[in-house]
């Protein structure tokens, strides 16, 4: 009997391929699974993030809202005149520093240790005034005597005996040999008085004659036409320099506070002018109601030179207090009112008042009140 051989090589072969097979179907389930999940995971839409308000809660608070700019003025005496020195001789006190007020029968500076007086007059000092001398400066002198109590009679512009006795009296009153008369450069006579005068070209030691030069100044800012009493105007006048920057935002009427040392004076804006090629301007500055000048009593601290270094701070909007919001906080109607919201959304109309730097001062609302600002708007 013939027997059949197994075909044992071509069986296992195929064993090995199906096991290769059924490994390569395992393999692509598993690949398939694989690459679908990650689809699904990559592909698949964001999920959504918690949502929250699109905005915070403030409270209103109790402050204080303004703008102010700080920059430098300048006080400068403007006009008057001068009354010329007719003084022969060596300065040797000066008497009035500054600019100083004067009144009738006070004495400016020394020469050659005689003091020189001033009075009131309008016609200039230019003789010595004696016995027998008549004119408009002989009743100037007879109306100082009179008013320091030296002259019963009324003046008539003749100098006599009456004249001689109270020019005697004032001597004597001062130490002086009684002449009776007033020699020339012992008096100069002041349009006005009392007034503001500084000296100008005057220094102890300084040789001076009538119509001398006038001797260095100590202020290089001040241009001296002659030797004399500079007789200034009531007060000094004040100016700032604004710059392009801050020309643009400054009005008249608006209020000034100006610092000097120890002094402060508040002043308001008159005028606005010059402007200049690099765009600056110059703004004049008046007193505020009520006041006669800015500096007032204190004047007398402005030399006569000018004085550049005054700090100035203009208010651009005035300082004023209440409830303080942010101004992100007010939503305006089509109407142009303005509101704010509550915490839970209610409208509340308020009066804006002031307004500066992101803050408002209101009306409205009362301070603790809590208010809606939007999300995005804070720092």
């Not at 402050?63 to 005149?81: K, M, Q």
């Not at 009427?253 to 010059?274: C, H, L, P």
Request: net charge negative.
């Amino acid at each position: 009997m013939v027997g059949t051989v197994p075909q044992v090589g071509v069986r296992m072969g195929s064993v090995r391929r199906r096991r290769v097979l059924v490994a390569a179907l395992v393999a692509a389930l598993i690949v398939g699974v694989g690459l679908g999940w990650a689809a699904r995971v990559l592909l698949a839409p964001p999920a959504p993030l918690p949502s929250g308000p699109a905005f915070v809660v403030m409270a209103a608070t109790d402050g204080s809202v303004g703008r102010t700019i700080d920059l430098n003025a300048e006080a400068r005496w403007t006009g008057g005149g001068l009354v010329a020195n007719v003084a022969t001789g060596t300065v040797t006190k000066v008497r009035v520093t500054g600019s100083g007020e004067v009144q009738a029968g006070d004495a400016v500076y020394d020469v050659d240790l005689e003091p020189v007086w001033v009075a009131q007059g309008s016609v200039p000092a230019f003789r010595t005034l004696g016995q027998g001398a008549r004119g408009d400066d002989v009743r100037q002198l007879q109306a100082l005597l009179k008013s320091l109590g030296l002259m019963d009679t009324a003046p008539d512009g003749r100098f006599g005996p009456g004249t001689a006795r109270g020019v005697e009296r004032w001597q004597r009153e001062h130490g002086e040999r009684p002449t009776g008369e007033v020699p020339l450069g012992r008096l100069l006579f002041v349009p006005e008085l009392p007034a503001k005068v500084a000296l100008q070209g005057f220094h102890v030691g300084s040789v001076v004659s009538p119509g001398s030069s006038p001797a260095a100044p100590d202020d290089a800012t001040v241009t001296l036409e002659g030797v004399g009493i500079k007789v200034l105007p009531a007060a000094p006048t004040f100016t700032i320099t604004l710059p392009e920057s801050q020309a643009a935002l400054v009005r008249t009427g608006m209020s000034v506070q100006i610092s000097k040392s120890e002094y402060t004076w508040d002043a308001e804006i008159t005028e606005i002018g010059d402007f200049g090629t690099d765009g600056a301007a110059i703004a004049r500055l008046g007193p505020t109601k009520g006041s006669s000048s800015i500096c007032e009593r204190d004047c007398s601290s402005i030399p006569p030179g000018g004085e550049a270094a005054l700090a100035a701070r203009i208010e651009l909007i005035p300082m004023t207090a209440g409830v303080v919001v942010p101004t992100t906080a007010l939503v305006v109607g089509t109407d142009g009112s303005a509101a704010v919201l509550a915490e839970d959304g209610t409208r509340m109309p308020v009066t804006v008042v002031a307004s500066s730097g992101g803050r408002a001062v209101v009306e409205g609302v009362a301070v603790g009140q809590k208010i809606r600002i939007a999300d995005d708007a804070q720092p």
